[in-house]
């Protein structure tokens, strides 16, 4: 009786996800291109990446959205200039984003938990039950570039969000320039090879250190991701420099982008926007 009560409400739950996998469908299909930035390992400055690059093409006239599927470390609404406290609320039509710099829209956990120390406790199932929800529940508007920030990694979690977005544009990959790295650029190709996601090019973080007096240093090593973009034929989209001042402005709530328009870094991420957006481009006229 138990064994039969038990089928029962797994038919239930299963239907349940395969509805909602529907909605994720609809939802997904009104943008017109979705991207993942995704890094092979940890700290690499994968969620500034995607911060900047969100606010580089929100300069340039795109309507961009940023979704922040780190449920561990939530960094993406700090970096876009969200005050702490901001939260999302749901109308008739979904739940809304709320609105960083430059009108980028951001949905995070982050944005869901009481404060930024509490940490979110979740398995598995319950992290892609809630990344599954907010997807297919999410009203973006009108968007050109939604940017997905993946968690760091290539397992298990990162292949069932990957999976759950359907029609992905292509992937954009942060490294930095050290040999170890390359190991781990290595991985997220054959990473989104095998879910059959286009790589639009690679990012290297953290490229040189100039010194006041203009010499450039190659603190991590010189070239790794150069190479790597040719070895495997891919795009390299451009490196960007180390400066204190990132770190500064992130831990402060800043946004580097617009704090420090005349950076070095930031020439650097408007440079890495035009690259994506030509991708784009090239991309809409293969598929028209
Ligand atoms: N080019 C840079 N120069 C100086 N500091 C940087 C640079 N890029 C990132 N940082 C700093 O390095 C730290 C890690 O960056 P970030 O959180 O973006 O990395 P991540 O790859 O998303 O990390 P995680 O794996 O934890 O998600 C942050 O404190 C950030 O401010
Ligand atoms: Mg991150």
Redesign the pocket.
Request: net charge negative.
């Given at each position: 009786m138990a064994y039969k009560q038990d089928y029962k409400a797994l038919a239930q739950r299963m239907k349940e996800i395969q509805e909602m996998q529907k909605k994720v469908a609809q939802n997904m299909a009104r943008i017109k291109h979705k991207l993942v930035v995704l890094?092979g390992?940890?700290?690499?400055?994968?969620?500034?990446?995607?911060?900047s690059l969100a606010t580089a093409l929100a300069s340039k006239g795109y309507k961009v959205g940023v979704f922040d599927a780190?449920i561990?470390?939530p960094?993406i609404p700090k970096?876009l200039g969200l005050k702490e406290g901001t939260g999302l609320y749901a109308t008739f039509n979904g739940i809304q984003p709320a609105v960083g710099a430059l009108g980028v829209k951001v949905v995070s956990i982050g944005l869901l938990i009481p404060s930024e120390d509490t940490p979110v406790i979740w398995r598995g199932p319950m992290k892609t039950g809630a990344i599954r929800q907010l997807l297919a529940e999410v009203d973006w508007g009108e968007l050109d570039i939604l940017l997905i920030?993946l968690?760091?990694g290539t397992g298990d979690e990162q292949l069932t969000i990957a999976q759950l977005i359907h029609g992905l544009t292509g992937s954009v990959i942060?490294t930095i320039p050290s040999e170890v790295s390359k190991v781990v650029v290595k991985k997220a190709i054959a990473f989104t090879n095998r879910l059959n996601i286009p790589v639009i090019g690679i990012v290297e973080?953290?490229?040189y250190f100039e010194c006041p007096d203009g010499t450039k240093h190659y603190i991590f090593g010189k070239g790794a991701a150069e190479e790597l973009a040719k070895e495997f034929k891919i795009n390299y989209l451009g490196g960007?420099?180390?400066?204190?001042?990132?770190?500064?402005?992130?831990?402060a709530g800043q946004v580097f982008f617009l704090e420090y328009p005349d950076s070095p870094?930031s020439k650097a991420f408007l440079d890495i926007a035009n690259k994506v957006i030509e991708y784009l481009k090239q991309h809409e006229e293969t598929s028209n």
């Open positions: 890094s390992k940890g700290g690499v400055g994968k969620s500034f990446v995607t911060a780190d561990h470390g960094s970096m920030d968690p760091p942060v973080n953290m490229t960007v420099p180390i400066d204190p001042r990132i770190r500064e402005a992130n831990d870094a």
